[in-house]
Structure formats: structure tokens, C-alpha cells
């Protein structure tokens, strides 16, 4: 036999007060609406024996507020999304977590199921194409706060690694431990995540008057094999190049692929440098070194944002957009040691 879902109107009718009261009491504000504690515990007594559960899509319709926060992401990093939701715990709220792809059309099928359902707030990755999107939600004074890149047209917060500093820091140290010709393989986004690595690369051989050597990837480039293609023809060309700085992790996992299969001798011959560590890098031989994003910062500086955004009555325009740039680790390992120091295996 099924179990009978009671509702505020079955309690209220069982024990003889008004559904207003019993509203008041389940929502915490007993005292506030002077309702007295006798009332106040038979109340909550008749609630635990019956085992009530909140309709939350009711209560959302009646107060505005579902105490869900919405996070859409390209991919989901499981260490960001434990700190998010543990914070978002304690203060009362769920989080959903949503990956996008970093696909337009993905992100704006997400954004109109969350939208119908009236989540109190968005963290975003965005997706190249959803400035319009972000630029509604924000108009409409829905919290949004973006995460890892921004669109330099909207007045929205957002928060993200210091790109081009940790990228100039580790080309410089290459530079200083002799490599002069270094190879910069990113992939072919406008994004302002990307072009601030490709930034800081620059200025460093700059600095150096260091010719640059960019290998851009098609970011919508499906095909493996294509994509191994176009890696292999490069590393082919083994005079012009003796380091590689890689944009993102998952091109120097590729790459490194195709390096230990095809041209051993450049793990070590060649200088190594990524963006994003991966505990892959630290356990390869070479080590590889890596510059390391402080997810545990990210997630409690996203919930402060998210949280006052949320919480605030008057939202001030003035603090309605901040770029928050957080300093990043840097790894030295022994893939970016001078040669002659280097260990040949």
C-alpha cells in the first residue's frame, strides 16, 4: 500500500490551526510571528511521526527562493564541485552541477531548464556564444557570477586564474634555463582564458627578443586522428623547437602520447611546460611541470559572490562586476630543468 504524502493542509486540518500557522512554523519563524511553543512543538512532533516532506516547487512559487544554485561548467572538477557544494550545504542551499562542453547550444538548453524551475543563482563556465544569455539573466537581477572566463563587454563578476601572469612566469623560467626557441600549443579560441596564456607566452619572448611559435588546434577539431595529425607534423619538425609550453592539460597529455611512442628522445631533450597540473604529470618520467589552478580559493570566493549576490536586497550597481584574478601555483618538476641538469633515461 502506498504511503500517504501529507501536505500543510493535511497537518493543519489534523490539528485544528491554520495552514498560515504551520507555514510559519516549518519555515523557521515561529517566534518572529509570535506563535506560541506549545503550538510551535506539536507541530513539529506531528511532522516528524508523519514523516513530511516540502514540496519545494510549491514553496519556491510562493516565496520566489528554491535554495538551489545552478553550476554549468565545461568539464566538472570534482575538487571545485566538493567545495561548492559543501559550502552551499551549511548555508541551507543545493547545488546542481551541469557540464556544458563548452557547446553554445548546450549551455542554452541548460540555461532554460534551470530558468523554468527558478534556481536562486548561476555559476557559470560560459560557452563562447551565450554573452547574450548571461546579459538577460544579469538584466534581470538573476545572481550569476562566471567562472574561468569572462566576456569583456558585460558588467558581471567573475572569477579566474591570473592566466597571464603564471603563463609569463613559467615561459620566463624556461627562457632563463636556456630554452630560446619554445613551441606554445593552444587551441584556436578567442576566449579570454586562452588568449591571456597566449598573452603571457608573448611577453616573455618579448622580453627576451625570442621569435614566437604558436600551434593552434581547431577547438572543434572531433577527429583523433586529424588532431594527432596535425601534433605529429609539428613535433616532426625537431630543429625549431626545443621546449613546449601547452595551453591546456589535455593537449599535453596528447602530445606527450605521441612523444613517447614516436619520438622518445625528445622526453628528455625538450623542455616541458602545461596549464592545469594532473597528477599524471607528476608520476610521468619525466616529471612534467605544470601550473596548478587553486580550485579550494575558486569555490569559496565563487560562494561568497554567489551567496551576497543572493542574500542582498539592494544590489548595488557599483558591485555588480569585479574580476577576481587568483595567483596560481607553480610546479617546477624535471621537465623544465636546464638539459645539462637533466636525467637521461
Known sequence: MKKKRYSITDIAKELKVSITTVSFILNGKAKEKRISEVVTKKVLEYVEKVGYQPNSIARSLRTGKSRVLVVIVEDIYSQLARVLEDIAYNKGYRVLFCSNDNDDEKSRTLLRLFNERQVDGYIIVP??????????????????????????????????????????????????NGYSKILFVTIDSKQTQMMERKNGYLKALEEYGL????????????????????????????????????????????????????FPSYLNSKGFFTFDDNILFELFSPSISAISQPLNEYGKLLMDIILAKIESSDQDKEDEFRLHLLNCEIKYRQSSLPISERTIV
Do not use: W
Open 211 to 262: 621569435d614566437a611559435n604558436v600551434l593552434e588546434i581547431p577547438y572543434r577539431l572531433k577527429d583523433t586522428i586529424e588532431k594527432r595529425k596535425l601534433l605529429r607534423q609539428q613535433l616532426e619538425k625537431t630543429d625549431s623547437f626545443d621546449a613546449i609550453f601547452f595551453a591546456v592539460n589535455y593537449l599535453a597529455v596528447s602530445t606527450l602520447r605521441i612523444i613517447k611512442e614516436e
Open 127 to 176: 560557452s563562447p556564444g551565450i554573452e547574450k544569455e548571461i546579459r538577460m539573466l544579469n538584466e534581470e537581477g538573476v545572481p550569476v557570477v562566471l567562472f574561468d572566463r569572462y566576456f569583456p563587454s558585460l558588467e558581471v563578476s567573475c572569477v579566474m586564474a591570473a592566466n597571464n601572469k603564471a603563463t609569463y612566469t613559467a615561459v620566463h623560467q624556461l627562457i632563463k
